[in-house]
């Protein structure tokens, strides 16, 4: 296990045909400034990338990863200011892939919890490692720190997920 891989932790189950992952982070940080990081358009490209939320029941995703990643055009599904939101990872044709974040207050710190529903599809561990990277690019930006997609991170967080994934399944 490397360095980098003793770091990485998260949660996953299997239902109905789809892979829960749970990843958490404490914060040294306000709710307040968590939701502003999870929601305004120019901090968005700060961590995850250059695009739009509208933080409202209904309002709209959109993101673009540019040659990175596919574009992302979905719905808000649930949004509560400072503690929850909800939508789609996901656009066009491709499959459903919720996810929620939700911020607990602990004290002067936040609890930012992110809860993805994948299929259970070869993409699962990518999914995880990638979510995994942004988190720290999040945690890099809230200290107005701007960094780039931590690409060993995301190599370290692969594996681990992979391993996981195979422990879960022959459990």
Not at 111 to 132: F, H, K, M, Q
Request: proline share 5%; aromatic share 8%; net charge negative.
């Amino acid at each position: 296990m490397s360095a980098d891989e003793e770091f990485i932790d998260g949660q996953i189950r299997f239902e109905t045909g789809r892979v829960l992952v749970h990843l958490e982070r404490l914060l040294d940080h306000p709710p307040e400034a968590v939701w502003n990081m999870l929601t305004d358009s120019v901090h968005l490209a700060n961590w995850l990338a250059a695009g739009s939320l509208e933080a409202r029941e209904g309002g709209r995703v959109q993101l673009d990863f540019g040659n990175s990643g596919m574009p992302i055009d979905c719905t808000i599904t649930a949004c509560r200011p400072h503690r929850l939101l909800s939508y789609s990872w996901s656009s066009g044709d491709a499959p459903e892939r919720p996810l929620t974040w939700e911020i607990l207050r602990e004290g002067v710190c936040t609890r930012l919890c992110l809860t993805l529903s994948l299929p259970d599809d070869e993409v699962v561990p990518i999914a995880c490692a990638g979510w995994d990277a942004h988190l720290e690019m999040l945690m890099a930006a809230l200290e107005g720190i701007s960094i780039h997609f931590p690409a060993a991170r995301f190599r370290a967080a692969r594996s681990h997920f992979e391993k996981l994934l195979k422990e879960k399944m022959a459990a």
